[in-house]
């Protein structure tokens, strides 16, 4: 043991990588992820190794990217939230069919309860999708341990290795053992072209190769230290733990069952099948969505007494914690106080002096005189603008979804139809579907809010910093229909004239409210009087 | 010997810098520690909480159970009774006094404050208001660990004032001292 460090979950697997000999991490910030690339951003031997870790446009040029250092044979890293495996996906799922050379580890970071996203989707069925291994961590000292393993793993089967946190571990601090850093691998570009040029005859064999790797896959997690079984001495409950579910398990601390825990997958099959038979029933405590429940009936049959989030012994949705897990083993967490009487809820809010407000004060104001308009808003601190006291937009979905959506509701004749989009949101995925509505010449009205940082992570480098009247021009967007305005209380007539304007004019208008996030202007201000 | 410790407050009043300082205090003594903090939109002026669970012992879960929480360290009153079901029946409150209202209907204040006193181990004081005529107005959550670290047992209030020495060592030696006298009043003020 080099030394003992307190580190987030988060922190855990960046310095994991980065003493794994990682070359590169390649990100688009998203909570709960988002700390992993900081962290290697700020660390000392990162800089000293040249570890390449500036923020990418979107998590499919991160996975690209990654995929490309692997090519090349040294190690790298892509981390996203789980919602970025949708957007990397073409390139995730691919990446097995080619295989790797370099290391190359792909991390999601799910949100079960959805504590700052849209959904609780279960990376899981992405490793499985793809016929990769998955890890999953039960704790920091895990998430640090596994990332010389899994780097290991993925250089032996060629293949890309999945880890799968939870916001839980994301954001938790413990103390973790650091081992002597390794080298970083060689330049040492894989020659083979017919793994890499997935022409249909490549991509046949490259499939075929990658379903006879499977028994070797699954024989790997069979072997895996981070699986491991807990036998009662009694016939009776036995338990899977799986990942941070592991930790609720023991500490609830239920007497005479037996546990199997599981952190690689495939699911060990053969493990299960000894739990199986020497218990009479099994429950799954799993974070996320009912994967290994799901599998079990196919492993055990459909007789086999199984309960978890599917059979509600836990619940179907929201994340596990002690007190439901307690519950599923008969045992209440009992409260000694009542919930308190005086109580509201405090939502979140944009700051105050924000640009964002002005935008929506500008936009509530135009929206006002029509009463038909429709704000189709986006995934930013904007979002906020969708609470009191604003309660400025329409819809929020996706990534990107703002400009798209108002094109096709302008399609089927909305009227006025305008999108708000952040900065860091438009280069993402905004830019693609500016086009098409350009294309089109669609009826709509947008708005990139631009506040020259990814504010909603914390402040995050964004990638179209300076360059958004450049890329909407080259686009295709009329001069004439593309404004740059500075959103503040003084310029709002100005800025509610333009709205007006553009909205009447029928085609594709963009204007571009530019002010910088007060919290890193603020930071920035700190930091000249720090050094002063 | 553990201590599980709900820590809360709204975004920007400074419960994780409370969070880090009894972090490193317990990393030097030896302890098992384990900390769940809150990022991403609750920054916003929105409740924030984290848990912070310290012992000699292994410990497994990140988050606290419901009833088994020793001590409630709040910056807001009323984020200090949203925590109330964690609370154990022998479990004490620590909090600042004074309301932040940023939100239209935050509750009738004299009601709210009655239903903290009515609860049986809380001790509360209008930290802003000491940390004002001290003139160290940026140190309020240090008032707050100094009078939390009366109910922490499992450490000493020496090791707590190394650990702010040590946290705050990098903003200069104004800083550590203005905390460190916080941290005093606070201690001397249960």
């Known amino acids: 043991m080099l030394e003992k460090r307190l580190l987030l979950g988060d922190e855990a697997v960046a310095l994991g990588a980065i003493h794994a000999g990682l070359s590169g991490v390649y990100a688009y910030p998203g909570t709960p992820s988002t700390e992993i690339t900081e962290f290697i951003q700020g660390y000392p031997l990162a800089k000293e190794r ?11 040029t991160a996975m690209e990217a990654a995929l490309g250092m692997s090519y090349a044979g040294k190690r790298a890293l892509v981390c996203m939230k789980h919602v970025g495996m949708n957007v990397c996906a073409d390139a995730f799922v691919n990446s097995a069919i080619t295989g790797v050379n370099g290391g190359l580890i792909v991390l999601a970071a799910d949100d079960p309860s959805m504590h700052s996203s849209q959904n609780e989707q279960d990376s899981r069925f992405y490793g499985k999708f793809a016929m990769i291994p998955i890890i999953e961590p039960s704790t920091q000292q895990e998430a640090f341990d596994m990332m010389a393993d899994a780097f290991d793993l993925s250089e032996k089967l060629k293949l ?6 939870v916001t839980r571990l994301a954001h938790s601090r413990a103390a973790v053992e650091i081992n002597e850093p390794r080298l970083q691998n060689e330049m040492n570009p894989d020659n083979d072209r017919s793994h890499w040029v997935l022409l249909p005859g490549n991509a046949r064999r490259q499939y075929a190769s990658l379903v006879e790797k499977q028994p070797e896959i699954e024989k790997a997690a069979e072997l895996s230290n981070f699986n491991c079984m807990d036998l009662a001495k009694e016939k009776g409950l036995g338990v899977i733990a799986v990942g941070i579910g592991y930790n609720y398990v023991k500490e609830v601390n239920p007497q005479d069952v037996s546990i199997l825990k599981v952190s690689q997958y495939p699911l060990p099959a053969k493990q299960i099948k000894a739990l199986a038979e ?4 099994i429950l799954v405590v799993e974070d996320g969505q009912p994967f290994v429940e799901e599998q079990l009936k196919g492993l055990l049959g459909a007789d086999y007494p199984i309960s978890g989030r599917l059979t509600g012994r836990l619940p179907r ?5 002690p007190d439901n897990v307690a519950a599923a083993f008969g045992k209440e967490n009992k409260t000694a106080f009542q919930p308190a009487l005086n109580l509201a809820g405090r939502p979140p809010q944009l700051c105050q002096g924000c640009g964002h407000r002005d935008v929506y004060t500008a936009l509530n104001k135009v929206a006002a005189e029509y009463p038909d308009a429709r704000i189709f808003g986006d995934i930013g601190c904007y979002t906020l603008g969708a609470l009191p006291p604003f309660r400025a937009i329409d819809s929020c979905v996706d990534m990107g979804a703002s400009i798209t959506m108002a094109k096709g509701a302008a399609d089927a004749g909305q009227f006025p139809s305008i999108a708000v989009i952040g900065d860091s949101t438009f280069t993402h995925s905004g830019m693609t579907g500016l086009l098409d509505a350009v294309n089109d010449k669609s009826n709509i009205t947008v708005i990139i809010s631009d506040n020259l940082t990814t504010a909603m992570t914390g402040g995050q480098d964004s990638a179209g910093t300076h360059k958004f ?9 009329e001069r004439e229909h593309l404004h740059v305005v500075v959103p503040l209380p003084k310029n709002m007539d100005e800025i509610t004239r333009i709205i007006r304007e553009e909205i009447n004019y029928k085609g594709v208008s963009v204007i571009i409210p530019q002010r910088e996030c007060m919290q890193t202007l603020n930071r920035k201000l700190r930091q000249k009087k720090q050094t002063k | 010997m553990k201590i599980d410790i709900k820590l ?7 419960i994780l810098s409370i969070a880090t300082v009894i972090g490193e205090a317990a990393t030097e003594a030896g302890l098992q520690l384990k900390q769940a903090e809150v990022h991403g939109m609750s920054q916003r002026g929105g409740d924030v909480q984290s848990d912070l669970r310290l012992s000699t012992e292994e410990i497994f879960s990140d988050q606290i159970s419901l009833g088994k929480a020793d001590l409630i360290i709040s910056m807001e009153p009323m984020e200090a009774l949203r925590y109330l079901p964690y609370l154990h029946k022998d479990g004490v409150i620590v909090t600042s006094s004074k309301p932040f209202v940023n939100i239209p209907n935050y509750p009738d204040e004299a009601a709210l404050q009655a239903e903290l006193d009515a609860l049986p181990h809380v001790a ?8 004002k005529e001290h003139r160290i107005p940026k140190s309020a959550n240090m008032i707050l660990l100094g009078m939390a670290t009366r109910y922490i047992k499992i450490l000493t209030s020496e090791q707590v004032r190394k650990a702010i020495a040590t946290i705050f060592a990098r903003k200069g030696e104004q800083v550590v001292n203005d905390n460190l006298k916080a941290f005093d009043l606070g201690y001397e003020n249960i």
């Open chain 1, 50 to 60: 040249g570890i390449r870790s500036r923020w990418c446009t979107n998590e499919k």
């Open chain 1, 160 to 165: 890309p290795v999945l880890m799968r946190i």
């Open chain 1, 278 to 281: 020497h218990c009479t029933e």
């Open chain 1, 317 to 321: 949705t929201g994340e596990l914690n």
């Open chain 1, 469 to 477: 009247e450049a890329i909407c021009l080259a686009l295709g967007v």
């Open chain 2, 8 to 14: 809360s407050g709204v975004g920007g009043q400074g």
């Open chain 2, 124 to 131: 509360k004081l209008d930290i802003e208001q000491m940390a």
